[in-house]
């Protein structure tokens, strides 16, 4: 799904993202229905848009597996 538009985005770095500028991912959780994700190395870049359900089933695997569950 392509965005064209995320001006209204407000772009979070992930908690696991470091100071010195590795493994930086940013997602924007305050569009109704997507989750687009970025690099933040590379704001301007390319990004990936899920759906919002998908990217919940996502996040809440992580967390399972990290869990143990």
């Known amino acids: 799904m392509r965005i064209t538009n995320l001006s209204t985005a ?3 770095k992930s908690s696991h993202s470091n100071q010195d500028g590795g493994a ?3 997602v ?3 569009i109704p229905t ?3 994700v970025r690099d933040s190395k590379t ?3 390319p990004h990936l848009a899920f759906e919002a ?3 919940t089933t996502f996040v809440s695997a992580l967390r399972q597996e ?3 569950g």
């Open 28 to 30: 924007a959780d305050n």
């Open 66 to 68: 990290r869990l143990g």
């Open 53 to 55: 359900a998908a990217w």
């Open 10 to 12: 407000a772009w979070r």
């Open 34 to 36: 997507l989750v687009p």
């Open 24 to 26: 930086c991912v940013e």
């Open 43 to 45: 704001p301007d870049g």
